[in-house]
């Protein structure tokens, strides 16, 4: 089996891509299909991830970037995120395209363990589906959301 | 020559987008935080892990190390021309360079300005018709160059080039190029004339183009709504071609970087390519052109027939990347007596051990030491006094 980092050490403001050659298994909890090249994909209803960051915290934007898996058998695909247990954002997702998904995430509501601030994202996505049941080929695994690059930006002010 | 520590590129894309790479050939493996800077302030940072099958074909890592950037639409400083910087964040090492040219504007005073131009023109051709005037103090050439700049002012605030409409040049934008070729833009139309004579060249020749804007015609800054994958710097001191031919010297990409004086040909597509084929033939070396107006005698003797071509086409100098890198810039020192600035660098290599070449146009001078082009006292006297002792024909100058 392989091994998964306890946490993705993301620096404010760099840019971090899903996928084999960067993110990879770093701090993809559970819930995750395999890396790919430049991105990863959801396996079931469920994804968890743990990020963390050097304290202070200071107010942080969110951002991440990906394309669900939309088509005429499901025509939308719906994602609650929760961090540390707090409900940050819910979107609606009906257009087979690049998507942002904006959440801006308060200092308080990171945990500060040692050296580093950290959050549990969680991903309830509850339309995943696996293709092969709805006769878009043969994937067996349980999709929603094809994640490519998440970024934490300070807000200013 | 030591491994280098860092490589990369950074290209402009049609879309106003920003793609390149960043690695190091010591920690192959490693994936690099690549930081884009608008006017040296940081806009927005990624780490480059895009794969790319060009840089797994040359043996960069797993070709792991692409990155793709698109500025933040609210980043301060788009509003008009900025220089966009890749600087690796770790070490700091800049690799790449792209004056993002201010985006245009529309123009409803254009086709009005260009039929009163149009009209203007007529008359000056009636007034020297009716009174042939002396050939150099024709007084509608001043006029007319008078109305020249103001049209360009109007036509460049208003974001209209001077050239017509037509496709855009789409310039050669190679991964790798093996040349750079560069040259001072002073004049707009001039400067467009002959990027369109490079451009089947470049191409062939798989070289890229480096324009140096000095800031004379504000024009020039229209360039790149006509050319894609223009690279510009701007000189922004207008500090004439010794300043000029440094910042080509280091901002190209290619392996051996080709100045164009102002005076010397533009080579034709055949002419680019047979250069660029006996360059990569031809050792590691620092070449001085026609315009470059030196010759050393240890150098008079026969080319090899592969590099024999330069000479019919004319270039003010072209030097190794690696080189370049060793020797440092030319010497600012010299003010606007680049052919002595040319001669020192040229003398440091010998130095240093350099392999030299002196391709002279159309056949090399013998017998003198030096020659050069006509220098201000100062700039002699600087020359005499690095130089004098390595030669009695310098010292005696």
């Not at chain 2, 707009?188 to 490079?198: G, P, T, V, W």
Request: net charge neutral; proline share 8%; hydrophobic share 45%.
């Amino acid at each position: 089996m392989t091994r998964r980092d306890s946490f993705l050490e993301c620096e404010p403001g760099v840019i971090r891509l899903f996928g084999a050659a960067d993110i990879g298994t770093k701090g993809m909890v559970s819930g995750w299909s395999g890396p790919e090249e430049g991105h990863n994909w959801n396996d079931g209803v469920e994804a968890a991830c743990a990020v963390a960051v050097k304290p202070p915290v200071t107010r942080l934007m969110l951002s991440v970037m990906g394309e669900p898996y939309v088509t005429r058998a499901r025509p939308a695909q719906e994602i609650t995120l929760y961090g540390n247990g707090y409900r940050l954002g819910f979107w609606r997702l009906s257009a087979r395209a690049e998507t942002a998904l904006l959440v801006a995430l308060e200092p308080e509501w990171w945990l500060e363990r040692g050296a580093k601030a950290v959050m549990r994202l969680m991903l309830h996505m509850p339309h995943s589906v696996r293709p092969k049941d709805i006769n878009d080929g043969q994937d067996s695994r349980e999709l929603a959301f094809c994640y490519r690059s998440m970024c934490l930006r300070p807000i200013a002010g | 020559m030591a491994e280098p520590a860092l490589l990369g590129d950074l290209r402009e894309r049609p879309d106003g987008s920003f793609d390149g790479w960043c690695w190091v050939p010591g920690r192959p493996q490693e994936r690099l935080i690549v930081d884009l800077l608008v006017n040296d302030t940081l806009a927005i940072s990624m780490v480059a892990a895009i794969f790319r099958r060009d840089l797994q074909t040359r043996g960069y890592g797993d070709g792991r190390h692409g990155f793709v950037l698109r500025l933040p639409a609210n980043t301060e400083g788009l509003d008009s021309e900025a220089l966009i910087t890749a600087r690796e964040r770790r070490s700091g090492h800049i690799f790449g360079r792209v004056l993002r040219a201010a985006p245009a504007v529309s123009a409803p005073g254009g086709p009005a300005l260009d039929r009163v131009e149009r009209q203007v023109d007529a008359l000056w051709q009636d007034l020297d018709s009716a009174r042939p005037p002396p050939e150099a103090e024709r007084p509608s050439q001043r006029l007319r160059s008078a109305f020249g700049t103001l049209a360009g002012r109007l036509r460049a605030q208003a974001g209209r080039a001077p050239w017509p409409d037509g496709p855009p040049i789409v310039l050669p934008a190679p991964v790798s190029p093996a040349l750079t070729v560069a040259f001072v833009a002073r004049a707009a139309e001039a400067a467009f004339a002959r990027i369109a004579a490079l451009a089947p060249g470049l191409a062939l020749a798989r070289a890229e183009l480096l324009v140096i804007d000095p800031g004379i015609d504000p024009e020039v800054a229209l360039l790149s709504s006509r050319v894609r994958n223009l690279r510009m710097l701007r000189d922004g001191a207008a500090a004439g071609v010794i300043a000029a031919c440094n910042l080509a010297l280091a901002h190209g990409a290619g392996e051996r970087r080709l100045w164009l004086g102002d005076t010397v040909a533009t080579p034709s597509a055949a002419a680019l390519l047979a250069l660029a084929r006996a360059l990569a033939k031809a050792p590691p070396a620092l070449w001085l052109g026609p315009e470059a107006a030196i010759s050393f005698a240890d150098v008079d003797a026969p080319l090899p027939p592969a590099v024999s071509l330069p000479a019919r086409f004319g270039m003010a100098l072209c030097v190794d990347r690696a080189v370049f890198a060793e020797l440092g810039p030319l010497d600012p020192g010299f003010g606007a007596a680049h052919g002595l600035a040319y001669a020192d660098l040229a003398l440091r290599a010998r130095l240093l051990g350099v392999d030299l070449r002196a391709v002279m146009e159309p056949e090399p001078p013998t017998g003198a030491a030096v020659e050069f082009a006509p220098a201000s006292t100062a700039a002699w006297a600087l020359f005499r006094s690095r130089w004098g002792a390595l030669d009695p024909l310098i010292a005696g100058a």
